[in-house]
């Protein structure tokens, strides 16, 4: 009987690329149920961070990015979103924001009403 392959090293070797990273990371925070866990999140950052921050940090380095990732996910409020885009940044990750494409062409007016409520603010 053929013995299985450990699934951990080689899902870090392909989070080695950046690209492959982002996919990942993408598909955990874009849960169909929509209820993300603290702890599948956590995991997956870890996973990203073994792969892509371990390899260009030193021991104490890697330990101590790792410790901020605990203390801002642990925080409330708006400020963790900027912490984990610095977090992110570091290992040469950045957030962003993208149309939800099942929401693409419901408001044809969308546009049009952004631009009038910009209008409205400069008054």
């Known amino acids: 009987m053929p013995k299985s392959v450990p699934y951990h090293p080689l899902k870090i070797k392909f989070?080695?690329?950046p690209l492959f990273a982002v996919a990942y990371l993408t598909e955990?925070?874009?849960e169909e149920?929509?209820?993300l866990e603290l702890g599948i999140m956590l995991k997956a950052l870890s996973n990203v961070f073994e792969a892509l921050g371990e390899p260009i940090m030193s021991d104490e380095e890697a330990s101590l990015h790792l410790e901020k990732l605990d203390v801002l996910l642990s925080h409330h409020g708006?400020?963790?979103i900027?912490?984990?885009a610095n977090w992110l940044k570091v290992l040469g990750l950045k957030l962003t924001v993208a149309v939800d494409e099942g929401e693409k062409g419901e408001d044809e007016g969308c546009v049009s009403d952004v631009a009038e409520l910009a209008e409205v603010g400069k008054v």
């Open 78 to 80: 708006s400020a963790t």
């Open 82 to 84: 900027y912490a984990l």
């Open 15 to 17: 989070l080695q690329y």
């Open 28 to 30: 955990i925070f874009e």
């Open 33 to 35: 149920s929509g209820d």
